[in-house]
């Protein structure tokens, strides 16, 4: 490949996988709370 | 327990929040994700065409996510309920979403058939080296031509798998959201990504792999100065990302009240763009081999949509050593990919029938589902399916989901004065907050983006007929259809909710507005006291209609 296209896939990879493990980082931080609903019905 | 066919007390839910978002990332993943973006972006300028995808993902995309996601959790019912609950006369917008998602489905299901049968062929090869463009259209579609009307000529190898795609689609539907579609995603969205990656190892060692990563990579500066590409770039993630056709309006509405929306949308958003870019490295690697087999170069053998499923990808896999493993590897992905997101398009449907009609679920899915296979099965088993889903597609694209998106945002935004009630709802909720650039993007890039596109596909339709078919045929299966549903739209909020629906009798969403301190809904009843130190002002205000 040439290198400006390597420099290109890199910078396609960082951004948009990095924004994917951002995205996976920031949900870990806020993890889902416990709520005082009810269970789901179950369903059919 | 409730039984089959009455109305269950409690609305459906998703068993956890990463459940949810792998079914809005199986929903937005489907099969433009992969033959669609990567053509998009080679011809938008190769490497240079990141800078307006990322641009329109941030500016459009995410926004219009967050904008679903709030309307769906806020006012908690499928599309039409939603915006009926926002307000009286926005119901026709969730309905001509449901109208959008029938047609959608009819013919989605269809591809997912071919993509079934050719995932079998790739195995043996059975098109013969050298014969995949006559395989494709004349031994395996039969294709005839529109001029001689629409034909009623059962393709049986067209018609067995599509009959077989409707049974398999019907059964994850009528398990519901929790048994049905959350499952169908927690097992088929890790075996996509990991035969999509499989898929793209198998076609970086293919030789001539470097030429199409190169073709794919390079950047074309030149191309950002063409407004038409930042254009395709707003179009592609619009489609992408599946906002604004009732989809991601119905899951959330699905979601547990205290959900995280915006750091839940970040990663669905950012998942399906990653599945893109994996989609361009292994189809480009493909083209590159590809090209250098015939002795061209990439420009030439670059296509997208069904040209590039169908006939370039079989070509690839008459030529590669290993070829049936890709073929398998590809079309099994398409096939995954196609039911992740026709669930999710027929979802919107069930729901809506579900609140109308407060029935349960198995009833409410074969009552919807079983008409729409039929027309599904009577349109696109036929020898003039590809005309009809070559047209009905084209025109539900652009007056269809870009049509209703427009008029949603508009009066979303500006007649209704909503967009403060969403930006609070999400922020109460989200790791993620959003304030008045959000209400900007949403309230006025997105009505004048929408806007540009929506006139330059009218002006593009009229100017020639779509595809050089014949003007009966455009005036049934094109304009005469998308106009349809707006009447239909209309007609259908016009019919009164009975008193068992779920716009008159829903508990839990009394109990919701009690919680979050929101205002009682003007139809659902007088609200119930959550507790015995209940917030008994919140009582009163309730108006039983």
């Known amino acids: 490949m040439t290198p400006l296209a390597v420099v290109m896939m890199i910078i396609a990879m960082v951004t948009v996988w990095g924004g994917l493990v951002a995205g996976v980082i920031n949900l870990a931080r806020h993890p889902e709370v416990a709520e005082a609903e009810p269970e789901p019905p179950a369903e059919l | ?545």
């Open chain 2, 1 to 545: 327990m409730p039984s089959a066919t009455t109305q269950s007390t409690r609305r459906e839910a998703f068993g956890s929040r990463n459940v949810f978002i792998l079914s809005a990332i199986g929903s937005a993943v489907g099969l433009g994700n992969i033959w669609r973006f990567p053509y998009v972006a080679y011809e938008g300028g190769g490497g240079a065409f990141l800078i307006p995808y990322l641009c329109a993902l941030l500016t459009a995309g995410i926004p219009l996510l967050f904008f679903d996601y709030a309307i769906g959790h806020r006012f908690r019912g499928s599309s039409p309920l939603a915006f009926r609950r926002m307000h009286r006369a926005a119901e026709p917008l969730g309905w001509w979403q449901v109208l959008i998602c029938v047609v959608i489905a009819t013919y989605y299901a269809v591809i997912i058939a071919w993509a079934a049968m050719y995932t079998w062929f790739s195995a043996q090869i059975s098109w013969g080296a050298g014969n995949e463009n006559d395989f494709f259209f004349t031994d395996f579609l039969q294709m005839g031509d529109v001029k001689h009307g629409i034909s009623t000529t059962f393709v049986p190898q067209v018609g067995y798998p599509l009959i077989a795609v409707w049974v398999v689609v019907v059964i994850i539907m009528a398990l519901g959201v929790k048994r049905g579609i959350g499952r169908a995603n927690v097992v088929l969205m890790p075996l996509l990504t990991v035969m999509f990656a499989a898929l793209v190892v198998q076609s970086l060692f293919l030789p001539g792999a470097v030429d199409g990563l190169n073709a794919f990579f390079t950047p074309n500066w030149k191309a950002l100065a063409d407004p038409g590409v930042w254009a395709s770039a707003y179009g592609h993630i619009f489609f992408s990302l599946s906002v604004a056709f009732g989809i991601m309006v119905t899951y959330s509405s699905y979601l547990k009240r205290k959900t995280d929306l915006t750091g839940s949308g970040l990663v669905v958003a950012f998942a399906n763009s990653g599945f893109e870019i994996l989609a361009g490295i292994g189809v480009f690697a493909a083209l590159g081999f590809m090209a250098q087999a015939q002795g061209t170069d990439v420009a030439h053998t670059a296509t997208a949509g069904i040209g590039l499923a169908f006939v370039a990808f079989p070509t690839i896999v008459s030529q590669a050593t290993g070829g049936s493993i890709i073929g398998v590897l590809f079309f099994g992905a398409l096939v995954f990919a196609g039911i992740t997101s026709l669930i999710s398009v027929l979802e919107v449907v069930v729901a809506a029938l579900q609140d109308k009609l407060g029935w349960g679920r198995v009833r409410t899915t074969l009552v919807v589902s079983i008409p729409v296979a039929l027309i599904s099965i009577a349109m696109f088993s036929t020898t003039t399916a590809l005309a009809v889903l070559d047209t009905t597609d084209a025109f539900i694209n652009a007056f269809g989901i870009m049509a209703v998106a427009l008029v949603a945002v508009i009066l979303v935004a500006w007649i209704l004065h909503r967009l403060p009630v969403l930006r609070d709802h999400l922020n109460r909720r989200s790791s993620f907050t959003v304030g008045w650039f959000w209400m900007l993007l949403v309230g006025a890039l997105a009505p004048v983006v929408l806007g540009y596109l929506f006139v330059s596909e009218i002006i593009a339709k009229i100017d020639a007929p779509y595809g050089g078919y014949p003007g009966w045929f455009l005036s049934i299966f094109g304009w005469g259809m998308v106009i349809s549903l707006v009447v239909l739209a209309i007609l259908l909020s016009l019919l009164p909710w009975s008193r068992r629906s779920r716009a008159k009798d829903d508990p839990e969403y009394d109990d919701f507005l009690v919680e979050e301190a929101y205002a009682p809904d003007a139809e659902t009843g007088a609200v119930r006291i959550p507790d015995a130190a209940g917030r008994a002002d919140a009582t009163m205000k309730g108006v039983r209609s």
